[in-house]
């Protein structure tokens, strides 16, 4: 069980009005974001296309919070130097994208980067036996990936359980991070299964009452947990 006051929300700017990019990054941070979650697709490995390191520099120019990189592209390794230059501070890498993964997450270690690992929903938690001691964060896919406003996999959450115990079981320092259909329905789901960053596009950036009362939507959900 997390503490809930310890969970931290990461805007996803797939779901950002890409015309006021800019403004609306600043506006999840003003609003509390803790991260600012950032997915990078190459229609390859996953059936989208978004954007690359010209965003991320973009956004660091902007703001100092932690800007994380989640790459669902084929050959990560390709592009990990660029993203790491860019300004990126987590790279994270699919499991399943990554042939040579020990190596991959080397690369991004190497770079001064904190080293992420993502793993889609039909794979299992034991694919991350043997390189969970080198990652700072799972992040843990409750959508298929590849598109912004799709539905919690509910079935999900007994991976995030099973990774937490892995996690003790090794005592690594590893945050637990979920990623596709977080709202103020689901985030208890995920945190209670031992997740404590929160992926969040479609109820923060597009919140009917801004993006400030989205991410607070979320923030009182988790005060409820801990009282």
Do not use: W
């Amino acid at each position: 069980m997390n503490s809930f006051d310890d969970v931290k929300i990461a805007p996803s700017i797939l779901a950002a009005d890409f015309n006021y990019l800019g403004q609306q990054v600043t506006d999840a941070v003003d609003g509390g974001a803790d991260l600012i979650h950032i997915d990078v697709m190459d229609g390859r490995f996953v059936p989208n296309i978004t954007m690359g390191p010209i965003v991320v520099r973009a956004l660091r120019e902007i703001t100092d919070v932690t800007l994380d990189v989640h790459l669902m592209i084929v050959e990560p390794e390709r592009y990990i130097d660029a993203f790491a230059e860019a300004g990126a501070d987590i790279i994270s890498v699919h499991v399943e994208a990554s042939p040579h993964l020990h190596r991959t997450l080397q690369q991004i270690r190497d770079l001064d980067c904190r080293v992420g690992v993502a793993i889609n929903p039909h794979t299992p938690a034991s694919a991350l036996s043997e390189v969970i001691t080198m990652v700072d964060l799972i992040n843990v896919m409750t959508v298929n990936p590849g598109f912004g406003g799709q539905s919690f996999i509910m079935d999900t959450k007994s991976k995030i359980a099973q990774l937490k115990a892995m996690i003790n079981d090794v005592h690594a320092n590893v945050d637990i991070e979920v990623d596709g259909g977080i709202n103020p329905e689901t985030a208890p789901h995920a945190t209670q299964a031992g997740a404590n960053i929160l992926v969040a596009g479609t109820s923060v950036f597009k919140h009917p009452d801004g993006i400030a009362k989205g991410i607070a939507s979320l923030r009182a959900v988790l005060a409820r947990q801990s009282e």
